[in-house]
């Protein structure tokens, strides 16, 4: 039976009857009731949670005389009810199979830093603690506490193939911002100074005997009555969005050959889609020419309707669109549905404008559906007069630089029996804070030919998480974290990327680049951490990434740091728990709580493959994209977990 100076190893293999006959006199040091792991030191349920393979033990220390004192830590694996099954070796090739704190004031912390490997992730371990002031021993075991190394986020090693397309784009709805003083609105003027704005250069001019026959804010735009007292009125309304298409249009499985965009073809009346080259307006409407007399109260002597859609192509390397010149192409779809025979015909006029310095436009060139040549004249005394009319019009940029161009267009319609030509205005590109339609051209990427998008379109970058689950995993928790989200959909938080075209300057005077953001983040406050030999070797790898202005290390960065030890500090580790599985943890060896959760960039150990395939895509050629240009980051293998409380696990896509 071990004495009153017994050891360390004494003590551990000695059971609470024998430390009970250890009590022969002195007032004896008492370890506290609740013994404690982490960090963070927090519980869920009676389950201490630690984010670290750094796992801190700690209990508090009384000593009735006042005398400091220490404590001994003894840690066992657990039975499947959390009871001590089996002793864990904590100091190595020692002796005792135990680790003592250092001597600490009573009523004080004492703690351990168990040595990195001993303790594995996933696995429930419990453990407790005994007292000694240098001569004597506490007689009693504190109580047993239970706790778990517990990852921020959990996934398999990398998939050998993979189904995901990093750079695939989905088309989506968007809303124009200015549709056209001829469409209901809901002020005098909604548009204000940003209309004036966008009128500059783009907006196509209106015949100057074209006026509006009722207050501004209305459907109906009129023309001055001719010298038999009639005038033409245009009354545009919404689409009918029950119409998939036009009743008239012959169906077919594939858009027609004259089809400017192919994948609107099929997409639903009443809403307008875009990608990064390809818009697909629907939400126009229907334009209805009323032919009329000058008194209010007269019926209509005759009305012709007609759908209306738009579509804009660009091209993002000069020659994709067959011609040697960046270049975007317009395409407006005209359908009557109805032409009163009193009008005899109508004739109608697209009038296209754009606000380019350096660019060549063609005039409108009319085909029907099938991409013959025709007009945009409708008689009534024709066998099939409801055919579709397309007209189209080419844009051939060749300036230098980068410019945006607004566009601006309208519709000038007039019938046989007369009546002076009516003018409806279908807006511009959208106001200037928005420019939805506006493309934008430009010859500044070095290693592409000039070429056009649409940059109101924020492409979305998927992250290939079969192939690299740890650096998901890592961006994943970042995102869920970081103050702005960066890059996250479910927090609409874009990120901009960091374009050859910047003008910020590194401290040579030279262009700033990803590498001056990375060399910040990762500076020399960065070490590897030890990991499992199946983890690999590993990269700093930071988030948000280098090449954005969201960069930690970026100068006008909302997340600017000085040093990365400011960031969340991670790493990818094994898991212990018998799966094939690896973790997202806590380095605590800068800050010893890890992270709090208001740090503004994230450095970690990650995979060198992974952290160096992982945005190997990024961006895609066709994105075109330009300094400051946003995107998303989505990251599907995580997109399903909701909250860093729990545990987040990886699934497989596709």
């Not at 500076?523 to 790898?541: I, R």
């Amino acid at each position: 039976m071990p004495g009153l100076g017994a050891s360390p190893a004494e003590l551990a293999a000695a059971g609470p009857q024998d430390l009970t006959a250890l009590a022969a006199g002195g007032e004896r040091p008492v370890s506290g009731r609740s013994p404690s792991a982490g960090p963070k030191f927090t519980k869920s349920g009676t389950v201490w949670q630690v984010i670290t393979p750094d796992v801190v033990l700690r209990n508090t220390v009384t000593d009735p005389d006042g005398d400091t004192a220490t404590q001994t830590f003894q840690v066992y694996t657990t039975n499947a009810d959390g009871t001590p099954k089996a002793a864990v070796d904590l100091d190595g090739p020692g002796p005792n199979g135990v680790l003592v704190s250092a001597y600490v004031a009573s009523g004080s912390l004492a703690k351990v830093t168990v040595p990195y490997g001993i303790l594995k992730p996933g696995v429930m371990y419990t453990f407790r603690t005994s007292a000694f002031d240098g001569s004597l021993y506490e007689t009693t075991w504190s109580p047993w506490a239970n706790f778990r190394i517990n990852p921020y986020v959990t996934f398999p090693a990398p998939e050998t193939s993979s189904t995901i397309d990093p750079v695939a784009q989905n088309e989506v709805e968007f809303t124009r911002s200015d549709p056209g003083p001829a469409l209901p609105t809901t002020a005098t003027d909604r548009h204000g100074d940003d209309r004036e704005t966008a009128r500059k250069g783009e907006r196509p001019q209106v015949s100057p005997d074209t006026t509006s026959d009722t207050e501004p804010g209305t459907r109906r735009s009129c023309s001055k009555a001719d010298t038999k007292g009639h005038k033409m009125c245009v009354e545009l309304n919404p689409p009918d969005k029950n119409e998939k298409k036009s009743p008239y249009l012959a169906s077919a499985a594939v858009a027609p050959n004259s089809e400017l965009v192919d994948w609107c073809y099929d997409k639903p009346s009443g809403v307008d889609y875009m990608n990064r080259t390809d818009a697909c307006m629907k939400s126009i409407g229907n334009a209805t020419l009323i032919f009329t007399d000058t008194d209010p109260d007269s019926p209509a002597l005759g009305t012709a309707t007609f759908n209306v859609e738009q579509r804009i192509k660009t091209y993002p390397t000069k020659g994709d669109s067959g011609s040697n010149f960046a270049e975007f192409d317009q395409q407006i779809v005209i359908t009557p549905k109805n032409i009163d025979p009193v009008l005899r015909g109508v004739t109608l006029r697209w009038n296209v404008g754009n606000s380019c310095s350096s660019c060549n436009t063609t005039n409108v060139r009319w085909t029907d559906d099938q991409n013959n040549p025709a007009d945009a004249y409708w008689s009534v005394s024709d066998l099939n007069p409801y055919e579709i009319r397309r007209g189209n019009v080419i844009t051939q940029w060749n300036g230098t630089g980068k410019e945006t161009i607004d566009l601006g267009w309208s519709i000038t319609a007039n019938v046989n029996v007369g009546g002076n030509p009516a003018t409806a205005d279908y807006g511009t590109s959208g106001v200037t804070s928005q420019r939805e339609l506006a493309p934008r051209c430009d010859d500044i990427l070095g290693s592409a030919a000039p070429g056009c998008v649409l940059p109101f379109f924020k492409p979305t970058y998927t992250a290939d998480t079969n192939l690299n689950p740890a650096a998901g995993a890592y961006y994943w928790y970042m995102q869920q974290v970081m103050p702005d989200h960066a890059g996250s959909k479910r927090w609409d938080s874009l990120m901009h990327y960091l374009g050859p075209d910047t003008p910020v300057k590194n401290s040579s005077g030279g262009t700033w680049t990803s590498e001056n953001s990375r060399t910040r983040v990762c500076d020399n406050t960065w070490s590897v951490h030890p990991t499992d030999a199946s983890v690999g070797s590993v990269d700093c790898d930071e988030f948000a990434m280098a090449s954005t202005h969201e960069s930690g290390g970026y100068p006008k960065s909302v997340n600017l740091v000085t040093s990365g030890s400011q960031c969340a500090q991670l790493l990818a580790d094994k898991m212990g728990d018998g799966s094939a599985n690896f973790g997202i943890l806590a380095d605590t060896r800068t800050t010893a709580n890890g992270p709090g959760g208001t740090e503004r960039c994230g450095r970690a150990a990650v995979p060198s493959a992974q952290n160096q395939r992982v945005f190997n895509k990024f961006p895609a050629a066709a994105w075109r994209m330009l300094d400051a240009d946003g995107f998303f980051l989505t990251l599907p293998g995580f997109e399903h977990c909701t909250s860093t409380a729990t545990t987040c696990a990886w699934r497989k896509v596709g």
